[in-house]
């Protein structure tokens, strides 16, 4: 029986969440400047970063709300957006499914991109983990990234418009999804979903409210299960 040791996991996945820092900390300055610019007191801004911890969401709300679309368009958009949250809490059930209710809870909180994608190759690599084992990697892979995303947003919010637009700190977003997507492109569905939903996204980016990226969404999960369900037939 192999013996479990959750410290070495959670340092294992402390390294492994490390160098998105690279992206959180501009993507989260970048949230806090956007934030004030839109109006929002620094209270709001801050409890965008705590509540929802979800940048893409964030943006698209904040988008919506400065072209004063309906509540029910900027709650739809942003769940929408965040549909994917659903997906990687299916996916990670099979692993931490086990685990006190108290450590789910607190895992679904944290779940997030960069905590998704380092625990989920984590545990396809090391089939033999423990539960504790697990949530261990699992919470060391979003040690440094969720303070940092709430500093980083109170830092870009209380320096607002101190930082000069030659930045460019909007780099951060394309750049964090592509370090977490690329990596996850190993089958011919996933392959098909990502150009779909790329392509969609371009051909619909005139709909209004951003709504195009939900229609590109929905068709390239139907197309991911569709070709999925051909290879299985196939085999």
Known sequence: MAISNPKSAYWRGFRAGAPFLLVIVPFGALFGVVGTEAGLPLLE????SVLVIAGAAQFTAVQLMTEQAPTIIVIIS?????????????????????????QRAFIAYLCVDQSYACSINEYESRPNLT?????????????TVAPMWYISTYAGAVLGMAIPPEYALDFAVPITF?????????????????????????????VPYNLGLIIAA??????????????????
């Open 178 to 206: 592509l370090a977490i997507i690329a990596p996850a492109l190993r089958t011919l569905p996933h392959v098909i979903a990502a150009v779909i939903s790329a392509a969609l996204a371009l051909a619909f980016v005139w």
């Open 218 to 235: 929905v068709f390239a999960m139907i197309a991911g299960a569709q070709s999925e369900l051909w290879l299985e037939r196939r085999r």
């Open 131 to 143: 539960i504790p084992e697990k949530v261990a990697f699992f919470v060391g892979s979003i040690s």
């Open 45 to 48: 801004v801050m409890a965008f």
């Open 78 to 102: 942003a769940l929408a957006v965040n549909l994917r949250m659903a997906m990687y809490s299916a996916s990670l059930a099979q692993h931490l499914g086990a685990a006190p209710l108290w």
